[in-house]
T-cell receptor, first 114, second 115 residues
């Protein structure tokens, strides 16, 4: 079975400071991991994904995420937050056994304070 | 089209009525997915099409929910005898090829409110 945990419902960070949005997962075997962002009244937008190789994945808008197999984590990071980064962030996982379902976490609302 | 298009964007209906939600995927995307997002929750998988066939409908909550994709492009999600608990945002997504590591592109969603 697949599962994703986003332990923080809300993250607040000051503009210009680094941000981290946490995600841990559980799958059988190795995962495909994704981060999506959702702005009000808009669809989910893809940020980045991990397939294989380098554990540090770089994505859109300056975001990056680090895959840590031993901790089963895939935390989203950005060195310097912008007010425009304020949105709802979702981590998602799919196992490699042929699963069709992309399983999403419950989301973390990021607020960047000017 | 340039993106995934969903209509209507908002639908208000009464308990017991029948509802259809439409999804027009990105041209050339063979895979199409329906998800449901309730308030404060992440999207939950409903059904996956590869071409015209429903390859995985394991997420449909009960037999009141049904989806079709007759020509391998546009899909319609059909909900019979709607209940208040069906109120949610219904998201459609499409992608190239089989799931795997492929990125899903989502539409803006259809917000269903059942009174």
């Amino acid at each position: 079975a697949q599962s994703v945990a986003q332990p923080e419902d809300q993250v607040n960070v000051a503009e210009g400071n680094p941000l981290t949005v946490k995600c841990t997962y559980s799958v059988s075997g190795n995962p495909y991991l994704f981060w999506y962002v959702q702005y009000p009244n808009r669809g989910l937008q893809f940020l980045l994904k991990y397939i294989t190789g380098d554990n540090l994945v770089k994505g859109s808008y300056g975001f990056e995420a680090e895959f840590n197999k031993s901790q089963t984590s895939f935390h989203l990071k950005k060195p310097s937050a912008l007010v425009s980064d304020s949105a709802l962030y979702f981590c998602a996982v799919r196992d490699r056994t042929g699963a069709n379902n992309l399983f999403f976490g419950t989301g973390t609302r990021l607020t960047v304070i000017p | 089209g340039a993106g995934v298009s969903q209509t209507p964007s908002n639908k208000v209906t009464e308990k017991g009525k029948y509802v259809e939600l439409r999804c027009d995927p990105i041209s050339g995307h063979t895979a199409l997915y329906w998800y449901r997002q309730s308030l404060g929750q992440g999207p939950e998988f409903l059904i996956y099409f590869q071409g015209t066939g429903a390859a995985d409908d394991s997420g449909l909550p009960n037999d009141r929910f049904f989806a079709v994709r007759p020509e391998g492009s546009v899909s319609t999600l059909k909900i019979q005898r709607t209940e208040r608990g069906d109120s949610a945002v219904y998201l459609c997504a499409s992608s190239l090829g089989i799931p795997g590591a492929n990125v899903l592109t989502f539409g803006a969603g259809s917000r269903l409110t059942v009174l």
